[in-house]
């Protein structure tokens, strides 16, 4: 899927670490996304969900207050059906097979070990919204 065709698609950004989320916010938008949200942990992903309706949500699994997998279990939990579908990548330092089997559980899509290149990007999320 070339660069430019996201241009249909927002992407909300889920990550603590704020260079980390400032860096993929810049990859995202270099692939053509229309509009690329950012929140810090899962209690603003979730409120950032409601606010701006993103096409696809990449999001960090180790955060605080409420970790990647605490979003994704009150997200596929919501009465917004939209929620129920929401491609959700999760990104990751280290896999961890217990954690991966969870968030599989819980709906997640898939997940991309970090630092996440342009073309992880861009291959990941063409599958999900391709």
Request: contains cysteine.
């Amino acid at each position: 899927m070339a660069g430019t065709a996201f241009g249909d698609f927002s992407v909300l950004v889920i990550e603590d670490e704020a260079f980390t989320r400032m860096v993929l916010a810049k990859m995202l938008s270099t692939l053509g996304f229309r509009a690329v949200h950012q929140a810090q942990d899962g209690e603003s992903g979730l409120a950032a969900v409601r606010t701006h309706a993103p096409d696809a949500v990449i999001c960090d699994v180790e955060m605080a207050p409420m970790d990647g997998l605490g979003f994704l279990k009150a997200l596929r939990a919501s009465d917004d059906a939209r929620h129920k579908e929401l491609p959700v990548v999760f990104m990751t330092n280290r896999v961890d097979e217990g954690r991966v089997a969870e968030a599989r559980g819980l709906g997640a899509d898939t997940f991309l070990v970090k630092p996440a290149t342009p073309d992880a990007l861009r291959q990941t999320l063409g599958e999900r919204l391709g």
